[in-house]
């Protein structure tokens, strides 16, 4: 699953760094700045129109893949829940479409693309759900189609909008892209999609509709605050430094991103799935040693490789972004200790301990958005990757004491 996913990625990393210097070429850093708020706002409306239901649906499917009755209680509460965060997010963003491009943009002259994003916000929901459902099925090559596919066909459009249509069309590219992606995704998946989900037999009922709800809970504090603190963070760089600063620190996370989305598939298709399955501190121990015996030192690597190369990187995809170099060290140094927060945090979400999982992502978010608030008029645009890096540094002690207290509560219930 590794080796096939490395590939994908690969693939999708070299297509990334191709679009990535286009759009600096082409649009300079406030280009760069707008387009990380669009994306942003793109993850929030992914949660809100989905009801943060992607873990709930990964987990579950998982665990009831053989048995119909309980995948149709499932699919027909998702049903109910999707309508009623789709019609809700739609209405809001077409209503309020001037009030939230002034807010991203600083102008009111992008609320048309925040009333075509209205429009698109069914696809973006779908398309969350039923990806949910191929990771709980753990369907890795179909789910390397999909994932190949749709990101060719997403960056040609992207590109073909952007030399046609300058920062516009890279903007509508990216609105329209969930539609694509939903297609892609159907066109592969649709045949094993409908074993699993029996449309006709759907029902008006949300049976288990309290299971549901507490990942819709642990979504909006990890995607939506996450994505609105990214959204004040950039906000904050313009009003205290330039947009151009604004969009430096947007491509840093752009790279980071990148290399993070290999992370992100790995743990959904692989870490939830078997978090799910596990009882005992033994067994998650013996689980624990194994990915970081073998995703760890990968990831370290790479991330060792990255940094040398910073150079040539900034060169390659973000000509003229020089302000960028000094950067690499926190983030890298960051992310890496995220991705072992990460990797215990799974467990929150594979057992539902929505109170941890809500602290953990509060704190953290709280430490980042304050430390960044404070060292970015000392440090200027690197103050922000600073106190990245030392949020984790607080938050990997809080989640392993965490985890580890819930299997020893486990075990003294069982004794």
Known sequence: MTSLNAGVIGIRFVI??????????????????????????????????????????VKY????????????????TVFILSIIGIVSTSIVIFIFSE??????????????LIKLTAVIVP????????????NGLS??????KIELFGYIATSLLTVVFLLNFNIDGVLIALVITPVIQLATLLFVFFKVLKEYVEFKNLKWKAPMLKLLLSFSIMSFFSTVLLNYVSIEIRAMIIRRITETDAGIWTAM????????????????????????????????????????KTLLPLFGVGMLLIY??????????????????????????????????????????????VLNFIFTEVISLIIYFGLASYFVDIYGVEGVVIANFIRYVIVIFIVFFLVYRYFKKTANTYS
Not at 61 to 76: I, P, R, T, Y
Not at 139 to 144: G, H, L, M, V
Request: charged share 20%; hydrophobic share 45%.
């Open 253 to 292: 996370t752009n790279i980071s991103k990148n290399y993070m989305v290999f992370s992100g598939a790995i743990f959904t298709l692989y870490v939830l799935p078997k978090y799910a399955a596990i009882h005992s501190k033994k067994d998650f121990t013996t689980e624990l040693k194994v990915i970081f």
């Open 139 to 144: 369907q890795y090559k179909k789910f390397a």
């Open 123 to 134: 696809f973006i929901s779908l398309n969350r759900i039923f990806s949910g459902v191929v």
């Open 61 to 76: 499917v998982a665990e009831h893949k053989e048995d119909k009755e309980q995948l149709n209680k499932l699919f027909s």
């Open 308 to 353: 040398c190369l910073r150079e040539y990187i900034i060169q390659l995809v973000y000509p003229g972004f020089n302000e960028m170099g000094p950067l690499f060290k926190w983030q890298l140094a960051g992310d890496f200790l995220r991705l072992i927060t990460i990797i215990l945090g799974y467990q929150f979400i594979a057992k539902k301990l």
């Open 99 to 112: 009030s939230i491009s002034s807010y991203l943009f600083t102008t009111a002259e992008f609320s048309y």
């Open 16 to 57: 990334s760094l191709f679009i990535q210097r286009l759009i600096a070429q082409y649009l300079g850093e406030t280009g760069v700045s707008k387009i990380g708020q669009l994306r942003n706002l793109s993850e929030l409306l992914t949660s809100f129109s989905s009801l943060g239901l992607f873990n709930g649906v």
